[in-house]
């Protein structure tokens, strides 16, 4: 089992990732102007839409809620490559910089995945992508706190460990709705 989840895992990362470098070759690293809150708010953004389509039953504007996940997944690697490089003041970096900060995050956050894993023994095959979808949007209430607190808890892990688990959750989804082969 354990195979099985790491290997989805490593599938849904990589279509993310190759998302990712596409748009980066398009668009460069506009989002390097994003502060940590804008980037929080546009992984809300994502989250609400997918719960707001799980609630009505239906969607107006045709682009899947397995798109959503993934802006999930790489809106919250963009954030923790942020808080790597928050002394680094560039707007541009390239693809080739970027790659190895993103293999960094993704990889991290499979070994927690499996850490989690081991001891929750993979309960989240047997939850709904809906409850899913709400522990993301949990996760970002508590981010969007913590960032009104100026980063400061008390006995919280910071916003590093939520947007890993927000990742792992948005993964989660992707390979319950078939989106890892």
């Known amino acids: ?22 748009k980066t070759i398009d668009y460069g690293t506009a989002w390097r102007i994003l502060r ?16 707001s389509i799980q609630e009505k039953g239906n969607q107006k504007v045709n682009d899947p809620i ?14 923790l490559i942020q ?22 995050w993704a990889n991290a956050t499979r070994s927690l995945l499996e850490n989690k894993n081991h001891d929750y023994g993979e ?21 969007k706190q913590i960032e009104d607190n100026q980063g400061k808890t008390i006995v919280s892990e910071g916003v590093e460990a939520n947007y890993q688990d927000m990742i792992n959750y948005a993964v989660f989804c992707l390979i319950k709705l078939g989106h890892h082969a």
């Not at 089992?1 to 596409?22: A, D, P």
């Not at 798109?67 to 919250?76: A, L, P, R, S, T």
């Open 1 to 22: 089992m354990k195979t099985q989840t790491v290997s989805e895992y490593n599938q849904v990362i990589h279509l993310c990732k190759e998302l990712f470098k596409k």
């Open 36 to 51: 940590l809150p804008s980037i929080t708010d546009q992984i809300f953004i994502k989250a609400q839409r997918v719960r």
């Open 66 to 79: 397995s798109d959503e996940f993934v802006g999930i997944i790489n809106y919250c690697i963009m954030a």
């Open 83 to 104: 808080i790597s490089l928050q002394d680094d003041d560039r707007l541009e970096l390239g693809v080739e910089e970027l790659e190895p900060l993103y293999d960094h």
């Open 123 to 143: 309960a989240w095959r047997d939850m709904r992508v809906s409850s899913i979808t709400d522990i993301i949007l949990m996760k970002l209430y508590r981010v």
